[in-house]
């Protein structure tokens, strides 16, 4: 079967292009999502779908990245450090998310069965994906 974002529908399709064109309208500034919902006179769950929709095809169309603030909300973006400054946000975000996986749930696994397969493997690769997000984090570009 196919991944979510090979599997569009055609109403996500259109929301997307809705959202799409309410965005650039909006360029330079962006919207927060309820001021999102009110231009394109879309329901919430249409601009989630359209929001989710329009990342799968930013890049098949050449269109700048989608990125959200909490000062500006949605909007397109083509400031490297703003995208940058975004992307080490987001990264933060993960580590801290599977960082509390790890604690809240592996490591407790872990202690129930220490000699399982299944958990030393899964500890080996959140390592590995903890490493990883933890050096882009830290990243600074020089």
């Not at 064109?21 to 919207?31: I, K, M, N, Q, S």
């Not at 946000?89 to 872990?110: C, K, N, Q, S």
């Not at 933890?134 to 990243?139: E, F, L, R, S, T």
């Amino acid at each position: 079967m196919p991944r979510a974002s090979q599997r569009r529908s055609p109403a996500a399709e259109r929301q997307a292009d809705t959202v799409r064109f309410v965005l650039f309208e909006a360029r330079p500034a962006g919207l927060r999502f309820d001021q999102l919902v009110r231009a394109s006179a879309l329901s919430n769950s249409q601009v989630r779908a359209g929001l989710a929709c329009l990342r799968d095809i930013i890049v098949e169309n050449g269109w700048p990245p989608l990125i959200w603030t909490r000062a500006d909300g949605y909007k397109f973006c083509s400031e490297p450090a703003e995208l940058q400054a975004y992307e080490v946000a987001v990264i933060h975000e993960r580590l801290t998310e599977i960082r509390r996986f790890i604690t809240g749930v592996v490591a407790p696994h872990a202690a129930l069965q220490p000699k399982g397969r299944w958990i030393k493997h899964l500890n080996t690769q959140l390592d590995s994906v903890e490493s990883t997000l933890d050096v882009i984090a830290d990243y600074i570009d020089a």
